[in-house]
């Protein structure tokens, strides 16, 4: 068994090819998928409710050992019709549509607009990519996605806007207990550590 943790973004645009990979290297193994925030799957994989997670961030707590698997690239979208956004003024006023609290894109957008935009904004919390940027194309306010996300969903209408390189460009790590890892773990860890960084 392996009981293992994800982003909801990364579930949609880097998981497929994995699992597949480790499904026909490793077929005795029962695979537990969960999504999460990136708070959440970190405590849980330190209680011990799940053996690794694929992260946002790299664990502060020091019980916890990581490795660095994918690049991601974070944009802003917003609908079609919005006019250009390039610093927190230009979307005074306009709703935030993100995860719950414990996202870590969510604290990137947030950082990004600062305290004083922040308190015009209404935050609009849903639990899918899919909703997130449906609304966003309909003109219901705007969000922080990773890019890989936005491949997934070609057909989608909305506009992307650049943020600066030192807040869009992260790292997903994968991250589990120090000392404890199971036989499953150690597989996984060997299989992401030969993809791509991309």
């Known amino acids: 068994m392996l009981r293992l943790g994800t ?32 708070d959440d799957l970190i405590k849980k994989v330190t ?4 053996d690794a ?12 050992a ?8 974070l944009v802003i979208i917003s609908s079609a019709d919005h006019p250009p956004i390039g610093r927190a003024n230009d979307v005074e006023g306009a709703s935030l549509i993100a995860f719950p609290e414990g996202c870590a894109y969510r604290r990137v957008l947030q950082r990004w607009l600062g305290r004083e935009s922040l308190a015009s904004l209404r935050v ?13 194309a309909s003109g219901t306010g705007i969000a922080l996605v990773p890019e890989s996300v936005l491949d997934t969903m070609p057909g989608t209408h909305v506009l992307r806007h650049a943020i600066p390189k030192t807040q869009a460009n992260i790292t ?14 150690r597989a996984l860890r060997t299989l992401v550590a030969k993809l791509p960084k991309r």
Not at 47 to 50: G, I, K, N, V, Y
């Open 66 to 73: 990581h490795i660095s698997v994918f690049s991601e690239r």
């Open 124 to 136: 609009l919390e849903l639990q899918s990519y899919h909703a997130i940027v449906a609304c966003v």
């Open 7 to 38: 982003l909801e973004s990364t579930a949609a645009s880097r998981l497929p090819r994995i699992l597949a990979n480790f499904h026909r290297s490793y077929p005795q193994v029962h695979l537990e998928l969960t999504t999460g925030t990136n």
């Open 172 to 185: 997903t790590p994968l991250v589990w207990r120090h000392g404890d890892p199971s036989p499953s773990v």
């Open 53 to 64: 997670a694929f992260t946002a961030e790299p664990p502060a707590a020091k019980v916890l």
């Open 47 to 50: 209680d011990r409710r799940l």
